[in-house]
């Protein structure tokens, strides 16, 4: 179905444990499913992207990245990451519940012909690096990750820095940085760049001057921040391009 519209992925199941793995806050039953938002494009889709984003809403910059993808020919998947949590102040999803619920849209796409080969990930600032954990953790067609943080110390949440598992990545992965972003200074950029390049799989990481870097950020008053947003764009498209297929 051609456009934006929101769906549910159900989730898959998971054995009992001693926690109630899944389950709300509020301590009722585990979740059977994840919201999702979804862009379809007019044309036959080529694969899949799974979206993962760092705010309890879609903002309406990310929505547009996510129909430009569209318009490249892609199905274009967004979990509700923060669906399960009541807390508000909670600003980061990792761990089994992060994996589930890319599972999820994964296999939203699977199941509607994707071929699994031509799903990607792809995140912005610490959904940056939940794509990265993903791409590490699933064999997935590939990821980029915009601004993420926890390279070198992790975060919160964060089991382990990405310089610690980027050996371990099972998808070629790109990587795009400011140079005067703080939670990515350049030398911990430059320690990522040496240890993905220790991977079994392609990857690329590009630094822009300044805070320019953001694709999901258009300026429309500022030409030279238009000029790296627009190269920083064509670059996902073209990771993808060249990777799913």
């Known amino acids: 179905m051609p456009g934006t519209y929101n769906d549910v992925a159900p989730l898959r199941p998971v054995e009992p444990t001693g926690e109630s793995r899944g389950a709300d806050t509020a301590g009722s039953a585990p979740r059977t499913a994840v919201p999702i938002t979804v ?30 993808l569209s318009i490249e020919g892609w199905i274009v998947v967004a979990p509700h990451l923060f669906d399960r949590i009541a807390d508000d102040r909670v600003t ?11 599972d999820a849209g994964f296999d939203w796409l699977t199941n509607r012909g994707v071929y699994p080969d031509t799903i990607g990930v792809l995140g912005f600032d610490t959904a940056g690096t939940a ?19 926890g390279i070198t110390e992790p975060l919160a949440a964060q089991d382990a820095p ?17 140079a005067d972003d703080p939670a990515t200074p350049p030398a911990a950029v430059d320690q990522l760049r040496e240890a993905t390049a220790r991977a079994n799989v392609a990857s690329l990481t590009i630094t822009y001057p300044g805070l ?21 764009q064509t670059r996902i498209y073209d990771w ?5 297929r």
């Open 92 to 102: 980061e999803v990792f761990g089994e519940e992060l994996f589930a619920d890319f």
């Open 240 to 244: 993808f391009d060249s990777n799913l």
């Open 162 to 178: 990405l310089v610690d598992i980027a050996p371990s990545l099972q998808a070629p992965w790109l990587g795009l940085f400011g």
């Open 212 to 232: 320019t870097h953001r694709a999901d950020r258009p300026d429309p008053d500022d030409d030279a921040a238009t000029a790296i947003r627009i190269d920083s």
């Open 39 to 68: 862009v379809e494009p007019e044309r036959a889709a080529r694969g899949g992207i799974v979206v993962l984003h760092e705010s309890r809403d879609l903002p309406p910059e990310l929505l547009e990245l996510m129909r430009s």
């Open 131 to 149: 794509a990265f954990l993903v791409a590490t953790n699933r064999p997935i067609g590939a990821a980029v990750s915009v601004a993420a943080a």
